[in-house]
């Protein structure tokens, strides 16, 4: 599986890739909302990982972005502490498949 993980957070990155890295999948990533935006829309990838603050253009930008020009149907994974019942709300509106 090919997957991108866009996450500004160094440890936590770097936790995500080796995790996918170490169950099989060819792991791409960023380390801020631009780099990732470019890769997505530049590659294919099974799956994205998406913070949702990030630098640059945040993660809500990203996942609109790539679901209003993107010919993928890429599942998109939103990645974030906060935990209000509003910010998954805008998540799922903006076009991901789920939110963590």
Do not use: W
Request: glycine share 8%; aromatic share 6%; hydrophobic share 45%.
């Amino acid at each position: 599986m090919e997957i991108l993980i866009i996450e500004d957070h160094q440890d936590i990155h770097d936790n995500l890739v080796e995790y996918f890295e170490l169950r099989g999948h060819n792991v791409q990533s960023a380390l801020d909302g631009l780099s990732g935006l470019h890769l997505a829309a530049t590659q294919k990838f099974d799956a994205i990982i998406l913070d949702i603050m990030l630098p640059g253009i945040d993660g809500n930008q990203i996942c609109r972005s790539l679901r209003q020009y993107s010919k993928t149907e890429v599942a998109i994974v939103m990645l974030s502490a906060r935990d209000e019942l509003d910010d998954r709300l805008i998540g799922f509106k903006v076009g991901a498949d789920d939110y963590i």
